[in-house]
């Protein structure tokens, strides 16, 4: 068995990132989403262990302390991290992993010289249908609706260092395009359909 692929997404929050990755997993075997330690507090509906594992910020630098993490970042004033064991256990075990992070986790993956990803962000119509959207699904604060408009501006000028771009307008549409990609990046030339790796005999 040939260890999993990583995928890298990024998108700024409100633009339907979540909405599309629950549709694209359920269409795949093998594909699982990376669960990130958060300090921020859970949505409604949110279950710890699901979404995010919600930790408090003494935990989080604990972790940090101990390396347990392969990327962090603050992120709209909270610290988001994904563990180094989780990932390398669920690679090692054939499984392709998603990766839900932000622009900044995404520059530190992009940077190392042991992992290998594709890195994909998502994009939304425009401003004003993401402020539509974050106000739309009725989770945040004035105050975080705010901060997470002015964070989208800066984090949308990092979209052209990613491999490729998916603006979400029809929801459908950028389900079937992440599929694509995914499915793309499985029929890598360098490995069988099943992920094996293709071994060239008597030439
Ligand atoms: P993110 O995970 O990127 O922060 P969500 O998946 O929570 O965003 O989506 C934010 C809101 O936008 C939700 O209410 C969701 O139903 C809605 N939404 C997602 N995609 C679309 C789309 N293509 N058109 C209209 N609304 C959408
Ligand atoms: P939200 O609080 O809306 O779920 O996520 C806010 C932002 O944090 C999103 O851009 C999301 O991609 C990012 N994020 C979630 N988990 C991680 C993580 O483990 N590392 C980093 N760097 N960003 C993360």
Known sequence: MTAGRLFVISAPSGTGKTTILKKVIARFSGLVFSVSHTTRTPRPGERDGREYHFVSRTDFETMLEGNQFLEWAPVHDNYYGTSRQAVAEQLQRGLD???????????????????????????????????????????ESEESIQLRLKNARIEMQAADDYEYLIVNDVLDEAVDLLSAIILAERARAHRLPDGSPIQLIGI
């Open 97 to 139: 992993v998603i990766l839900d992070i932000d622009v900044q986790g995404a520059a530190i993956i992009r940077k190392s010289s042991v992992l290998e990803a594709t890195h994909i962000f998502i994009s939304p119509p425009g401003l004003v249908e993401l402020e539509h959207r974050l106000r739309g699904r009725g989770t």
